[in-house]
């Protein structure tokens, strides 16, 4: 579907949620959008890395890591592991690293910035739970669209009414 988020909001008005203007995207891919799958973080990448690992069928993960900035939750190795197993793209609020490598995959990323360090490996976390930043919530099930104008949310797929 091709697709514009400026054309959705014009198109659904109320019926999508644009996400405040908070994150740098990264990847090579810079549209993509798919259903919603979350997790919430504090500190921690291995839940997001055992999510990755999983089939993504073109979803897209939604990270909420409380906008931690002392480490990443997300690098070049958990991206290139996405990108196999099929996933839209990843959407996380907190830092990446890896930023070079990130930019050469045909993947969906958005971040609020980079971080050298890498965060805690204690698979501490929560999985299909509604989340909320960037001024919207994230629920399991809900579509996703990003492009080079932003990120809107909807209660599910949306199509464009001519």
Known sequence: ???ETADLCDAHGDGVCVVDAIFT???AKPVFHGDVCTVRVERDFLLVRQILD???ADRVLVVDGGAYQGGALLG???AKRAVDNQWAGVIINGCIRDVAEL???PIGIRALKPS???SAMEGVGERDVMVEFGGVKFASGA???ADHDGIVVAAQALTLVP
Request: proline residues 10%.
């Open 1 to 3: 579907m091709n697709y």
């Open 25 to 27: 995207e990264y990847g």
């Open 54 to 56: 999983e089939p993504g």
């Open 76 to 78: 070049g190795q958990m």
């Open 103 to 105: 930019a050469t995959l």
């Open 116 to 118: 050298p360090a890498r």
């Open 143 to 145: 579509h996703v669209y």
